[in-house]
């Protein structure tokens, strides 16, 4: 909501697909998000706050959307990473 987005829209893409592979010497995990919506430019992207949020991520304007997307993505991984350690953990 930092950065423009309306609260309203957090449910539109609350939906999504983790899958992991873990094995002695490969591991692997991925998510899909297959409803996220960003927006780098128009609209509440031009508000003091969000915009210098934005900025601060170096995702402002037209052609950083999929920076902004992938900054999001890598996010929900290591909250994803987090959660399946904090599962598998013995304590």
């Known amino acids: ?3 423009g987005e309306k609260k309203t829209q957090n449910t539109q ?3 999504l697909v983790a899958w992991g592979w873990f094995a002695e010497h490969t591991d692997y995990l991925t998510i ?10 128009g ?7 969000q915009c210098e949020c934005l900025e601060m991520l170096g995702a402002y304007g037209k052609d950083k959307v999929y920076k902004l997307a ?20 013995p304590d």
Do not use: D, K, R
């Open 43 to 49: 609209g509440g992207t031009g508000l003091p706050t």
């Open 13 to 15: 893409h609350a939906f």
């Open 70 to 89: 992938e900054i999001v993505a890598a996010t929900v991984l290591a909250g994803e990473l987090l959660l399946a350690v904090a599962i598998s953990s």
């Open 32 to 41: 899909t998000i297959p409803s996220l919506i960003v927006v780098t430019y």
């Open 1 to 3: 909501m930092s950065v």
